[in-house]
């Protein structure tokens, strides 16, 4: 049965490929590459005959501080969508995660004032929160010896 399945899979496979369209290869106009150095830092940078660029460098934050050493890299790309927008991302990434930037991007909505003045509030005023946290714990109820 896994026979019949996989020989499927591959026919379905090789009838899609033939229906891709073979397309000259892109050639590769310039390419660049520094790195890994000692210190861990590097940098690349690549463009395409089809109008695709990218770059990053990275390096190591506070090297040999094993406790705060982390990795950090910032770099950017572009290209043109297939509906001819020119797609551009610049971005940061560390231990806070991938941060990218571009005016394609989605953004949130803002935050609605009443919340803000409530956000606002919150932050002028963390002994309060402090004072009430203790009220926050949760009862733990002992029954036959148990605790829930």
Do not use: C
Request: hydrophobic content about 35%; glycine content about 8%; overall charge negative.
């Amino acid at each position: 049965m896994k026979l019949i399945i996989l020989s499927v899979l591959a026919l379905v496979a090789l009838t899609k490929a033939q229906q891709q369209p073979h397309g000259d290869p892109i050639p590769i106009i310039r390419y660049e590459n520094e790195g890994v150095n000692p210190d861990g830092s590097y940098k690349w940078l690549y463009e395409t005959g089809n109008g695709i660029n990218a770059q990053e460098e990275g390096q190591v934050k506070n090297l040999g501080n094993p406790e705060t050493e982390a990795m950090q890299a910032q770099g950017s790309y572009s290209y043109q969508a297939p509906d001819g927008t020119n797609i551009a991302i610049q971005y940061i990434a560390n231990e806070e995660g991938f941060q990218p930037q571009g005016d394609h991007l989605p953004t949130p909505p803002p935050i609605p004032a009443a919340i803000m003045r409530a956000l606002e509030w919150n932050a002028a005023h963390p002994e309060e929160e402090q004072a009430g946290a203790a009220s926050n714990q949760q009862p733990v109820y002992k029954t036959n010896n148990r605790r829930f």
